[in-house]
């Protein structure tokens, strides 16, 4: 830029267009980048890990639940046979309760009468 002033002639800058200049990163600016730069790859690959872990993560739901779905229709296969064999076990113990109860009772009945018969002889 070339200014005119008061009859003197001052030459600030001279700019010419036919010499490139080479233009000097500063190391603050250089490592600056070279942060983000590795920050950036660093946090592609982790989010290619967080999708496989997600992917992983799915797979395993899925089988977890076919193994509950597996799980409950066992049960229910099992429930009816227990449930029958829990009737027959409570129907034969009240019937050897009261089979029990018939034989203490008959028991008992026949001191009674062998007491009775004894107290009739005398």
């Known amino acids: 830029m070339v200014l005119l002033g008061s009859a003197n002639l001052r030459l600030d ?7 490139t200049y080479i233009h000097m990163v500063d ?3 250089l490592i600056l980048l070279l942060v983000i730069v590795v920050l950036t790859v660093l946090l592609v690959i982790l989010g290619v890990q967080v999708f ?12 977890t639940n076919q193994v509950l779905d597996n799980a ?3 049960t229910e296969n099992i429930e009816g046979p227990l449930s029958a064999v829990s ?3 409570m129907g034969l113990k ?10 203490i009772k008959s028991l008992l009945g026949r001191d009674r ?8 002889r005398e």
């Open 72 to 74: 409950n229709s066992i």
């Open 52 to 63: 496989f872990i997600l992917k992983d993560l799915r797979k395993t739901i899925n089988k």
């Open 113 to 120: 009468e062998v007491d009775d018969r004894r107290s009739y």
């Open 94 to 103: 009240g019937g050897s309760l009261l089979a029990a109860a018939k034989l």
């Open 13 to 19: 800058r001279v700019i010419r267009s036919d010499v």
């Open 27 to 29: 190391p603050v600016q």
């Open 87 to 89: 009737s027959l076990a």
